[in-house]
């Protein structure tokens, strides 16, 4: 119900409503409202007699009106009509309330005319939305009610407080027609008045400081919102909690009348607001509680099929927890990050702990069903997810980690098939996309190891998954075949190369938004979303270094940060790429993973990083030169010249190489591992 033509929708909101008027063009208005005013006056004349009256009283007032004001400006005409709103919307408002067939589209309108050209007045306010609120009871003409709400409350601002929640309700209550075409365009209605509302809190925001103080709190809304929040921003407010009561299916308070809502439009609602007005929430300390205390955990909830409690458990339970090791800091709080690592080692010896990493595979696991009647919850509450953690991590802390982490047990708990595995690498994609974000979290608490433990090591082993699963039942490529396709090649088995190219823009799963069960995802989808991943985390880490050098005063802090960054995320960067390179079976593959081991080399001299850049330079070697020729000429010389304090400095080997020598025998012929 709630998957629309957006386009269609919008095109039924506009169509018509003012027959050709244009803003501010006073003399035609003037000459559609009498011919409104005769229409409805001879059609009332046999069942409708009040009615009939009460139009040919307006047609003398229009007259009068535009004779008074024929030698005066445009302006001054407008000025007059809005005076007189009252007198000329009354018999309007009585062809409304006849619910007959005949009166009520000339009279919807003919009050349309009027509020298209900002003739309407704030005391007329409360009498046109009962009108609407009876005619929505009614069944009476839904599409010309929504038609009339949406530039009602998009054009004047004193639709505020009790008169613009009665319009979301009505707009909620028509998206449960009968009339597809209602539906539709009333689905298009609810995103336009949210847009509306929060519009109105960004112009409030800029408005002068004078303008600001003149304004004043309704009753409702000093009995609802916190005090602190002006007009615009306490409708914003009061309309941003009702919408999560209703998606946690509780009643709401200011959205008096509405019981329930769809729950795929609520959360598309929350995802419109989240992710288009973050200035909002950065501004405001009342938006940002709520994002904290309701959204994040609610959204979580939706995602991971736990409570809200348990959510924040997971997100909170690390900070209170308390290391075991000897020491000064025994009794320091941890954060989630540190408990996760904490926890994960103390696995073996205490299994009888509840730790937070146990809770997030748990919740992994059991999250997302196959069912189709979880699928495109589960999809929109990973696209919230998104924007939460890419918009919102420095107001989310913990939270946004325990997020993360709950992302990458995904990969590790569904095959590289499923679509939950599909559409957790997506999510990994955007988020690694964020310079921001990488540094954030590297100035987080044992950030540096959260993300080198759990974030890129987990990448690095769903890599080895991908290639391992797909050769068991991919295409063998046989010898002499030329496959012109892109991708990569693991023990004699081809694996395309699909949308996870990193020039892609659009994602699969999480645009499936019109999608009630998941499909079966392209062929090798996850290993090609994950090479779009380490492709794109390189250039983010080169970025965010980037960033704490220009941004930092104190260029040892600098050095720190940019050194810690670098140390927690190069080395299973460096393994992921080498492992995608020496699989790669397409040039233009190749030049982009050189292009990435380059700019990781880049860095590490930058930062006079020697063991990093040994690593690097190692992998670059391995494979631009012939097998095993990196250890048996450049790495003994460069150690002998090391010796010398001719080259560098005395760095130990890595323990790690991205493929063991000894054991991996190379096919020529094929240019590929055997």
Known sequence: MTNINNSTSSSQLQQQPTMGIQPNDPKKLVDYLMSDFRSLSMDAKKKHNHVKEAAESGLVKIRNISATCEQQQDSDLIQALRISCTELLHPFLLGCSSKSPRLVPISLQAIQRLIHNRVIDSNVVPAIVNELWILTEAECEELKIIQTITPFVGTEPFVSSWALSKCIVLTFRLNASKDSLVINAASAAVRQLFSCVFERVIKEDEAPEIQQQQQTLSNQQQSLAPPSLRPCAADAFLLLRDLCALIRRE?????????????????????SVIKNYPSIFLKHQEFAELLKTQISAQIAAKMLHVGEREFAMLAVAAANATQTNNGDNQNKPLSVSA?????????????????????????????????GRDFPIVIRSLRISLALVINYHSLLGAQSEAIIHFLIELLAQHATTSWEAAVAIEVLHKMLAQPKLLSWLCTRPDGPKFLEAIVFSRLFAFIKKCL?????????MRDGENNIQSGFVYKGVFLPLGDGHPSSKRSILLDWLDKHNAEKIPEAYCLSVTYATFCVASRSLHSAIEDFQNNENDSSEYSENAKELYNS??????????????????????????????????????????????????????????????????????????????????????????????????????????
């Open 569 to 674: 995320s190069y080395h299973f960067l460096v393994a992921g790429l080498s492992t995608l390179l020496e699989c790669s079976v397409d040039d233009s593959l190749n030049e982009q993973l050189l292009n990435c081991l380059c700019s990781l080399a880049i860095l590490a001299l930058r930062l006079q990083l020697p063991k990093p850049r040994r690593e690097v330079l190692k992998a670059i070697c391995r494979a631009a030169l012939p097998f095993q020729y990196y250890n048996k000429f450049i790495d003994s010389i460069g150690t002998s010249t090391t010796a010398n304090g001719t080259i560098g400095s005395n760095v130990s080997s890595s323990n790690f190489t991205p493929f063991d020598d000894s054991s991996t025998t190379f096919d020529n012929q094929k240019g590929v591992l055997k």
């Open 339 to 371: 408990a996760l690592l904490n926890q994960q080692l103390q696995q073996q010896s205490s299994s009888h702990l509840t730790s937070t990493s146990q809770m997030a595979k748990s919740a992994a696991s059991s999250s997302v069903s196959s069912t």
């Open 251 to 271: 009643q709401p308070n200011w959205l008096i009348g509405l019981q329930r809502i769809a729950p795929i439009l609520g959360l598309e609602l929350l995802e």
């Open 468 to 476: 391992d699963e797909a050769s068991h039942d991919g295409f063998t």
